[in-house]
Structures are given as structure tokens and as C-alpha cells.
């Protein structure tokens, strides 16, 4: 294990230099600097040198400010024209509810047949509550669940009677 770990070393620090490693050394920089690697490879002596030795010896680091860094705002803060758009509409969407005329035929043909809401509800294989909500007309109208009752009172509740 400890011969691997010994091969991939000296193989890293064999490799072929690039240009910038290379302007590097010329300028008195050594990759181990920038790596947070001390020269001789140990995590510990280079660990805090990634600046520190160029402010030492007087070079010129350059140091680069995001625009928004350390702010909480977002990178624009004024409105855009789409949601000023959003914001200036005044439209109400709704959703079409049962009419009146379906919840009063749902609830004669229960009557009918003698049902109540959750025998009706257990025959559709629904919860109570939708009946409830479709015989008050607060429901919106589901055509699957309007042919199954279709189908169990025996009525047409959909189209010209």
C-alpha cells in the first residue's frame, strides 16, 4: 500500500510542466504554494502559504471583487417588466364549479335510490367528501368521476337530457 502511494507521487512530480508552472518558478513561485503542499510535499508546512509568501517577499497579488459579494440583495433589485405585468393584472381566474342543475340531479337521483352520501361514495370507489362537495357545488367538475355516478344512479347527467 505504502509503495502505491509512493509510485503516484513521484510520478505527479515527474510529470511535464506547463507554461504557468514553469512562469511560476521563474518568478520565485512554487506550485506546493498554491496547492497548500509545502516543498517537500507535506500538507502542513504549506498550509496557510497560498498568499502569505508573496506578501512576504512584496510581489503584487491581485485580488478580484464579485459585484454583489457579501450583500443580500439580488443581482438586480429593481422590478423587471414581466413581473411588472404580473403585478399590474387584475384578472380573477376561477375554476369552473359544478352547476346548480347537476349537484340538484346528483342529489334527487340519490334520493331515488335510497342512498346516502357514503354508500354513494363506497359504489364509486370515492371518499365521502367528494359528494359532499359535488352535491354542494363546491367541486370542480371531474367528467370520470360524472359517468361513474352516471353510471350507479342510472341517470344522465351530462349533455341534453
Same mark, same amino acid.
Given at each position: !500500500?505504502?509503495?502505491r502511494w509512493t509510485a503516484r507521487m513521484e510520478r505527479g512530480r515527474l510529470r511535464q510542466k506547463t507554461n504557468t508552472e514553469t512562469e511560476? @518558478? @521563474?518568478n520565485g513561485w512554487r506550485w506546493a504554494n498554491f496547492s497548500g503542499l509545502g516543498a517537500s510535499g507535506d500538507p502542513k508546512e504549506g498550509a496557510n502559504s497560498c498568499g502569505e @509568501?508573496?506578501?512576504r517577499a512584496g510581489a503584487e497579488i491581485e485580488t478580484i471583487r464579485k459585484s454583489n459579494?457579501? #450583500?443580500n440583495r439580488a443581482a438586480s433589485s429593481s422590478t423587471t417588466l414581466n413581473t411588472r405585468k404580473l403585478d399590474e393584472? #387584475? @384578472? %380573477?381566474? &376561477? &375554476?369552473?364549479r359544478v352547476p346548480t342543475e347537476l349537484k340538484k340531479t346528483i342529489m334527487q337521483a340519490r334520493m331515488d335510490k335510497k342512498l346516502t352520501q357514503s354508500q354513494l361514495a363506497q !359504489?364509486? %370507489?370515492e371518499k365521502p367528501q367528494i359528494i359532499q362537495e359535488y352535491e354542494s357545488g363546491k367541486a370542480i367538475a371531474n367528467q370520470q368521476i360524472i359517468s361513474k355516478l352516471e353510471r350507479v344512479l342510472g341517470t344522465k347527467l351530462r349533455g341534453k337530457k
Amino acid at each position: !500500500m505504502r509503495d502505491r502511494w509512493t509510485a503516484r507521487m513521484e510520478r505527479g512530480r515527474l510529470r511535464q510542466k506547463t507554461n504557468t508552472e514553469t512562469e511560476r @518558478e @521563474e518568478n520565485g513561485w512554487r506550485w506546493a504554494n498554491f496547492s497548500g503542499l509545502g516543498a517537500s510535499g507535506d500538507p502542513k508546512e504549506g498550509a496557510n502559504s497560498c498568499g502569505e @509568501e508573496g506578501r512576504r517577499a512584496g510581489a503584487e497579488i491581485e485580488t478580484i471583487r464579485k459585484s454583489n459579494a457579501g #450583500t443580500n440583495r439580488a443581482a438586480s433589485s429593481s422590478t423587471t417588466l414581466n413581473t411588472r405585468k404580473l403585478d399590474e393584472e #387584475t @384578472e %380573477n381566474v &376561477h &375554476h369552473d364549479r359544478v352547476p346548480t342543475e347537476l349537484k340538484k340531479t346528483i342529489m334527487q337521483a340519490r334520493m331515488d335510490k335510497k342512498l346516502t352520501q357514503s354508500q354513494l361514495a363506497q !359504489m364509486i %370507489n370515492e371518499k365521502p367528501q367528494i359528494i359532499q362537495e359535488y352535491e354542494s357545488g363546491k367541486a370542480i367538475a371531474n367528467q370520470q368521476i360524472i359517468s361513474k355516478l352516471e353510471r350507479v344512479l342510472g341517470t344522465k347527467l351530462r349533455g341534453k337530457k
